[in-house]
């Protein structure tokens, strides 16, 4: 978690120090149109598609264990299955808090407006 506000704050700071010439709103919109360019490299980089993510964890798990399955366990097997567990649950977890923040948003756009979404809810 500390590396991640580090390095948050440093795409912040290398953004917005970076020089533009114009009028104040010229260059406050320039240094946001910037920062968002470099915000979604790193999120791309970073945490990438989410989805594509727990497949790729869950066939992973699934192929290890088909091994297990047909070959009997062993001690390399076991550590591997172990991992890619791992590797599974963190995948859920982003997932998960991927699916929060878009709730979040959601609720930020049509939340307590008298809206069918607010009914629903």
Known sequence: MMY????ISYVLASSWNEPVIGCPMFILTKKLQNLKAKLKVWNKQTFGNVHEYVKTAESNLAHIQAQIYTTG???NLLDLEKNAQCDFNKALERQECYWQEKEKTNWHVNGDRNTA???KL
Do not use: E
């Not at 991640?4 to 390095?7: A, C, D, N, P, V």
């Open 73 to 75: 366990p062993s001690d």
């Open 4 to 7: 991640f506000l580090l390095f």
């Open 117 to 119: 979404y607010f009914h």
